[in-house]
């Protein structure tokens, strides 16, 4: 009596099926959870090559050949965004916005946005309070905290997005392009070193 109803169910569970893992296999295929860097590449990120004067200049090879992995990666910004709140940037820095430290968010960046200058102010440090995290950090974890930092200071919204977090949100998320959101609204109050305000 009932097993003609059985029996039609049976193509649209196995659609159902089919579909799931199919839905699973483009989630994989799409960003592939590589959870260690390989020990050469990791050994290469640190050369980086800085223009004279220390800001800007050029990342190694592979970081390219990587396809920039540290900028684009879900789980490098999460990562980073873990290691902003592990080694207490939000000290200095709060949620980007500056504290004792320089904002992300106002359009002055002292050494520049490209994430060189950013690895080389997080492992070298910066005069005027910026401490090294060289002998605190990995080569790598200085690379994902550097890509979050970016983040939080990006004029362009991005693919990629850190975790959320479950602390009061005072700006827009990373991925949403928060400087560029907040850099419209008006400009912060400008940090002493920085000069006027653009």
């Known amino acids: ?10 193509p649209y569970l196995a659609a159902l099926l089919l579909l799931a893992a199919g839905g699973a296999l483009l989630g994989w295929m799409r960003q592939p959870r ?7 590449v990791t050994a290469d990120l640190d050369r980086i090559r800085l223009m004279s004067n220390g800001i800007s200049g050029a990342p190694p090879e592979s970081y390219f050949a990587e396809g920039k992995p540290y900028e684009s ?7 980073g965004q873990r290691l902003y709140a592990w080694f207490g940037c939000s000290a200095c820095h709060g949620d ?9 968010l106002d359009g002055w960046w002292l050494y520049g946005p490209e994430m060189v200058s950013i690895v080389a102010s997080i492992r070298d440090g910066r005069p005027h309070g910026m401490l090294a995290f060289r002998d605190r950090m990995t080569i790598e974890q200085i690379w994902q905290l550097a890509g979050y930092v970016q983040t939080i200071g990006a004029y362009s919204a991005k693919v990629a997005a850190t975790g959320r977090r479950d602390d009061r949100q005072m700006r827009p998320a990373e991925n949403r392009a928060p400087a560029k959101i907040l850099f419209n609204e008006g400009p912060v109050g400008a940090h002493p070193d920085q000069g ?3």
Do not use: C, H, V
Request: neutral net charge.
């Open 73 to 79: 990666d879900a789980y490098n910004l999460s990562q």
């Open 96 to 104: 980007g916005r500056g504290n004792t430290g320089p904002s992300f």
């Open 1 to 10: 009596m009932f097993g003609g109803i059985r029996d039609a169910k049976w």
């Open 196 to 198: 006027p305000s653009p």
């Open 34 to 40: 590589e959870l260690r860097t390989d020990p050469p």
